[in-house]
């Protein structure tokens, strides 16, 4: 074998190589697509959402088949987060309406909404919540609401708002401006905006 033969399959060997490389992340791309669709039409399926656009927004929000129950919790996470913390009472209640809504203990939805109470979510979750809520709660799905309308969903924020009320643990029935303000975007949100 001459060395130009050496060099020719040298560079036959190199080329493939490349092109299984190639086909290896082209076949993990389309894994990942096909991995992706399944967990859309999951998300559809739990919250009654059809268009595909809402439910890649949903995706891209970081929520997953096991974490989409929580998209009605976020308006009331955001009034909790309103005054830079979550009080023991918000998250008491906070808790009791993720368990009226079927987020077991110790569920991946569970262990997200511990993380969310820990640490406030990306402004892009609250800013997108509202409008996706509205839209999941129109959707009119049994499955979906379970109980839940819009104007229970603000009532509960109310609640959280008033639950954070008082100085120095002394109830004074007061809800700050700032959660006046959000309670009013939020109630907007759910109540006429359309997806």
């Not at 190639?22 to 894994?31: H, S």
């Not at 993380?115 to 996706?132: K, T």
């Not at 809520?133 to 924020?157: F, K, N, P, W």
């Amino acid at each position: 074998m001459t060395e130009h033969d050496s060099l020719a399959e040298r560079g036959r060997t190199l080329e493939d190589e490349y092109f299984r490389k190639r086909d290896r992340e082209l076949i993990e791309k389309m894994r990942q697509a096909a991995i992706a669709d399944q967990a859309r039409g999951e998300m559809g399926q739990k919250t009654g959402l059809q268009d595909p656009a809402l439910l890649k927004e949903l995706q891209d929000l970081g929520f997953t088949p096991d974490t989409v129950v929580l998209l009605p919790i976020v308006p009331v996470l955001e009034i909790a987060w309103a005054e830079g913390g979550i009080t023991p009472a918000e998250r008491d209640l906070i808790v009791r309406l993720a368990r009226r809504r079927g987020v077991v203990e110790d569920s991946v939805a569970d262990r997200q909404l511990s993380a969310w109470m820990s640490s406030r979510p990306a402004p892009s979750v609250f800013a997108h919540a509202g409008r996706l809520t509205a839209a999941m709660l129109a959707s009119g799905s049994d499955q979906v609401t379970i109980g839940l309308t819009a104007d229970e969903l603000v009532a509960y924020c109310e609640k959280i708002a008033a639950a954070s009320g008082g100085i120095l643990g002394l109830r004074i029935g007061s809800i700050s401006l700032e959660e006046k303000s959000l309670l009013a975007r939020i109630a907007s949100d759910l109540k006429t905006r359309q997806p």
